[in-house]
C-alpha cells in the first residue's frame, strides 16, 4: 500500500550547523510533498512543500530536495537554532487530496 | 484570526465507553479533515468533510465515524473504545479542501484505560 518512511528516528545537531532530514516514499503517482515541524503539545505546522514538477525548492533557512528517480525527499535546515527541536514529518498526496505521513524524524538541537 | 480549536484538550475513557470530540475550524474554512497520531503508525487519515459531507475516509473501523454542521464544525465519535484507540487526534480545516492548506489545531489526547 502506500506509505512514507523516514529513515532516522533521531537526529542531534549542534547549534549553528545545517541538518538534514530524509524521507521515502512509495507512491510514484504522489504529486504533493510537504515537510511539517510539530512541537510538544501542538499539532503539526507547514513548513515548506514542493510539487513533483519540481526537484528543490527554497524557503528561508530551509530548502526541500525531490529525487523522483528513487522517491527520496530531503528537508535541508541552515544554521540550525534551538528552536527548531522539534519532531519533522514529510507527508506525500495525490492530486492535493488527503496526506501519508512518515513517521517522523525528532530533531535535537545542542547548544 | 482564530485558529483551529479542538476541544477537550484531554480525555480519559474506559474500554467500551464511546467519545465525542470537536473540531472548530477557521472560520470560513468549509473543510475538515480528521488524523490519528499515534507512536507506533504515526499520523493516519480517518475522514474529511466538506459542506456536510464525508468526501473522503481512510482505512480505519466503522467504529470511528464523523460529522460536519451548517457552520463548518466538525465531530467524531468512536464507540466501544479500545486501548488501542490512545491516541492523538488532530483535525485540520482548509477553505476548499486541499491538503496543501492544512491549518492543524493542537489535538485531543484520549486515553483509554
Known amino acids: 500500500g502506500e506509505s512514507v518512511g523516514l529513515h532516522l528516528p533521531t537526529l542531534s545537531v549542534q547549534e549553528g550547523d545545517n541538518s538534514i532530514i530524509n524521507c521515502a516514499y512509495s507512491?510514484?503517482?504522489?504529486?504533493?510533498f510537504i515537510w511539517y515541524k510539530q512541537e510538544s503539545g501542538k499539532g503539526p505546522q507547514f513548513i515548506i512543500d514542493?510539487?513533483?514538477?519540481?526537484d528543490k525548492r527554497q524557503g528561508q533557512r530551509v530548502t526541500v530536495l525531490l529525487n523522483k528517480t528513487v522517491k527520496h525527499l530531503s528537508l535541508q535546515i541552515a544554521a540550525t537554532q534551538p528552536g527548531d527541536s522539534a519532531v519533522y514529518f514529510c507527508?506525500?498526496?495525490?492530486?492535493?487530496?488527503?496526506?501519508?505521513f512518515g513517521t517522523g524524524t525528532r530533531l535535537t538541537i545542542i547548544p | 484570526k482564530a485558529g483551529v480549536t479542538q476541544t477537550p484538550r484531554y480525555l480519559i475513557k474506559t474500554r467500551g465507553q464511546q467519545v465525542t470530540l470537536s473540531c472548530s475550524p477557521i472560520?470560513?474554512?468549509?473543510?475538515v479533515s480528521w488524523y490519528q497520531q499515534t507512536p507506533g503508525q504515526g499520523l493516519q487519515f480517518l475522514f474529511e468533510?466538506?459542506?456536510?459531507?464525508?468526501?473522503n475516509k481512510g482505512n480505519f473501523p466503522g467504529r470511528f465515524s464523523g460529522r460536519q454542521f451548517s457552520n463548518s464544525r466538525s465531530e467524531m465519535n468512536v464507540s466501544t473504545l479500545e486501548l488501542g484507540d490512545s491516541a492523538l487526534y488532530l483535525c485540520?480545516?482548509?477553505?476548499?479542501?486541499?491538503?496543501?492548506?492544512?491549518?492543524f489545531g493542537s489535538g485531543t489526547r484520549l486515553t483509554v484505560v
Open positions: 485540520a480545516s482548509t477553505l476548499q479542501g486541499a491538503a496543501s492548506h492544512y491549518t
Open positions: 507512491n510514484s503517482a504522489s504529486d504533493y
Open positions: 514542493i510539487r513533483s514538477n519540481m
Open positions: 507527508a506525500e498526496s495525490f492530486g492535493n487530496e488527503k496526506l501519508t
Open positions: 472560520s470560513g474554512h468549509r473543510s
Open positions: 468533510y466538506f459542506s456536510e459531507t464525508q468526501r
